[in-house]
């Protein structure tokens, strides 16, 4: 786990919606993912963070800043380099009802991506299904039926499934677990984890709670209105966390423990995040921010290593 496979530089993802006005989805992020980790990216909805999700993966083109996977520049790769960054990069949903063809059969739908990287045929292509549902825990049977003949955890299998039948290095999971029963939840989390051991994956694995994220993840990045607060692994994080913002989303996860229960004080944030076509001045949280200073609606507050590894965006540190 040494070598960065994802790195973004300063990149900026920025929504022309018309009237001279522009929604800054995502404003200027830095991070890296080595091989084999999984960096956590949570924030609350308009955050940016299936935004940054989906300009990784080629979605979205960057407005600015650099996309460099495996050492090179997304958007300088040729045909033929392109082609390998959407076969090695895959993406699972939210939704997998919404990402599921409703027409097509299952065992179809885990083959088109074999069949259009000419990963097999014939046999070996109906073997490579069978064998991908069952490491998804589905049964090989369930290749001939259609999508809504399935629960909703089983249909995000499905949809992993699909993405592991080209043989992905990389996987942006956007609100996997989001749509399901908290019953099943954890057992997609784990289906998710054997599968990184196994198939030596990397992943970007985004959520709006911190508590879905904390046990998969190595590190944590908290994002608020396109900027990323703090970030940190995620031990650290949920010991020692420094930003006002990453406290209070810490403050509102329920304390099973009964020994901790009443030692963190809930810190209940007023309103809404304010719209990112109109973010106010300064730190983007200021308007919410319980320590807010009056040089907090001045500046921007630097993207600092205040500790080792452990990078923070604000005025108090
Ligand atoms: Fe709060 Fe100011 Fe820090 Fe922003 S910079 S989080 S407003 S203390």
């Known amino acids: 786990m040494s070598e960065n496979v994802l790195e973004i530089h300063d990149v900026k993802k920025h929504f022309d919606v018309g009237h001279k006005q522009v929604i800054k989805s995502v404003d200027g ?68 009802h919404a990402s599921l063809n409703p027409r097509m059969r299952v065992g ?52 992993i499934a699909r993405a592991l039948a080209v043989q992905p290095s990389f996987i942006v999971a956007d609100e996997p677990i989001s749509a399901l029963d908290v019953s099943i939840q954890a057992q997609v989390v784990n289906l998710l984890e054997d599968l990184q051991k196994e198939e030596d994956l990397t992943y970007l694995f985004i959520a709006h709670d911190l508590a879905m994220v904390k046990h998969i993840s190595d590190r944590i990045g908290v994002m608020y209105l396109g900027k990323m607060m703090e970030l940190a692994d995620s031990q650290t994080l949920f010991q020692d966390p420094l930003h006002p913002y990453t406290n209070a989303l810490l403050s509102a996860i329920p304390v099973s423990a009964p020994k901790l229960r009443g030692t963190r004080e809930r810190i209940v944030l007023g309103g809404d995040p304010p719209s990112p076509i109109n973010p ?28 080792e590894n452990h990078w923070v965006a604000c005025h108090l540190y």
């Open 280 to 307: 106010p001045s300064g730190c983007p949280f200021r308007t919410r921010c319980p320590s807010a200073m009056e040089h907090c609606a001045m500046e921007m507050p630097e993207w600092k290593e205040v500790k």
């Open 29 to 96: 992020i830095s991070f890296s993912i080595k091989k084999g980790e999984t960096l956590g990216i949570v924030g609350e909805s308009g955050s940016g963070k299936s935004t940054i999700g989906r300009t990784i993966v080629g979605l979205y083109e960057a407005t600015a800043g650099k996309v460099m996977f495996e050492g090179k520049d997304i958007s300088q790769l040729d045909r033929k380099g392109k082609r390998e960054f959407n076969r090695k990069m895959q993406m699972i949903f939210q939704d997998p």
């Open 108 to 159: 179809e739908i885990i083959a088109e991506g074999i069949d259009a990287y000419g990963l097999a045929k014939g046999k070996a292509k109906q073997e490579r299904v069978f064998q991908l549902l069952e490491r998804v825990g589905l049964n090989p049977d369930h290749a001939k039926r259609f999508p809504h003949e399935f629960s909703g955890g089983q249909r995000q299998r499905i949809g």
